[in-house]
């Protein structure tokens, strides 16, 4: 065997592939050297002629495992979730304490991409395939349209057992004695809503996937002294008259109750509808005349549970505008059309919603208005 010849084969191959990001492999040459000479007596056969390229990686991968484990791929999934139905995982503390912000988050983003409302519980246990607390009754009181309930405590530390799913698990979350939680209500085997109570931070965040597919996501407010912190004003709040109209229409859906009203003002209650997940009401205030293109209330209802991440990320940016709004203006570009413009205290890109006077007079949103 020409051993110089062989390493100096392999040196110019490996150094144009497996190689090419080390600065120096003379080390690693040498460890190959000396494990070639401890071998030299043992004869290898080879029933495929092999090239000194092909020897030189599976030398590399005897010596340098790093190397191949930084090329390769891993897929992370919720604790004890599975990217695809009928795997299942088992959680790792270990790998994701409840101290790791970004686990956490990541679990929570995966959560939200794979549940949806109407799954059955069979889904749900190929989705989430971990220990979960059964309870005909979690303590909340009310009537939130469920019949059963699961609970899940995801990245507890050793020992933790919650006892009280009525209310959040504020103090235990941002002790980091559990990561997250998810609170499963079901209606009929089929799952209605669900919470994922998290920590990041020194905050606690509540996501709430309500049962006609609306999402919320918010700050918990844990009081400081026993005060809590004051609610933000926005230029989208409703003045008491307002607030009246608004309920009014929510639950009569007449448009003459629009009567009087600048397209600034439905606007104003459109994304109070949204703040609330009143999808009915959203409907109401888009124009429906003839020639429209519109879908109908019942296609508009399903397809919000179809797209969780993307009422999660509608969410979101409703949620920047009211605390970022610092300015509404109108700009009548006909007697029928307008624009209306919303500006951002941090000076991003400002936010148009196109608007339409229907044939009845009364001014609506148009179909994608928000452009």
């Given amino acids: 065997m020409n051993l110089d010849k062989l390493l100096e084969e392999f040196k110019e191959s490996a150094d144009r592939t497996l190689l090419r990001e080390m600065d120096d492999t003379t080390g690693l040459e040498e460890r190959i050297r000396m494990n070639i000479e401890k071998k030299g007596k043992k004869r290898f056969r080879f029933i495929y002629p092999v090239s000194a390229a092909l020897v030189a990686v599976v030398l590399v991968i005897g010596f340098t495992p790093y190397l191949l484990q930084k090329e390769s791929t891993s897929t992370h999934t919720p604790n004890g979730t599975s990217a695809e139905p009928g795997t299942h995982q088992k959680p790792d503390p270990k790998a994701h304490p409840a101290s ?9 983003d995966e959560i939200v991409g794979v549940l949806r409302v109407g799954m059955t519980q069979d889904q749900i246990k190929d989705k989430v395939s971990m220990t979960y607390t059964a309870m005909d009754d979690y303590g909340a009181g009310g009537d939130d349209g469920a019949d059963e309930y699961w609970g899940y405590s995801i990245f507890a530390k050793e020992g933790y057992e919650r006892k009280d799913w009525a209310m959040i698990e504020t103090e235990g979350l941002l002790k980091r004695d559990v990561g997250l939680e998810l609170l499963v209500g079901w209606k009929d085997k089929k799952l209605h809503w669900y919470t994922v109570s998290y920590v990041q931070g020194k905050d606690v965040y509540l996501f709430k996937m309500n049962s006609n597919g609306t999402v919320n996501e918010d700050v918990v407010d844990v009081p400081q002294d026993g005060t809590q912190t004051p609610v933000a004003t926005s230029v989208f709040d409703l003045k008491p008259e307002e607030q009246d109209r608004y309920y009014n229409y929510m639950y009569e859906k007449k448009d003459e109750l629009l009567r009087g009203l600048s397209p600034i003002d439905v606007l104003k209650l459109y994304v109070k509808a949204q703040q609330e997940g009143q999808l009915e009401m959203q409907y109401a205030l888009h124009i429906e005349d003839d020639g429209s293109e519109k879908p109908t209330p019942e296609q508009y ?71």
């Fill in 100 to 108: 790791d912000d970004q686990a956490i988050m990541e679990t929570v």
């Fill in 301 to 371: 209802l399903e397809d919000m549970k179809k797209d969780p991440v993307g009422a999660r990320n509608s969410w979101k940016q409703l949620k920047k505008m009211q605390e970022l709004a610092s300015d509404i203006t109108l700009e009548q570009t006909s007697d029928k059309e307008a624009v209306v413009w919303v500006a951002f205290k941090d000076n991003s890109d400002k936010v148009a919603y196109k608007m339409q006077k229907n044939k009845q007079g009364f001014w609506k949103l148009s179909w994608m208005a928000r452009q």
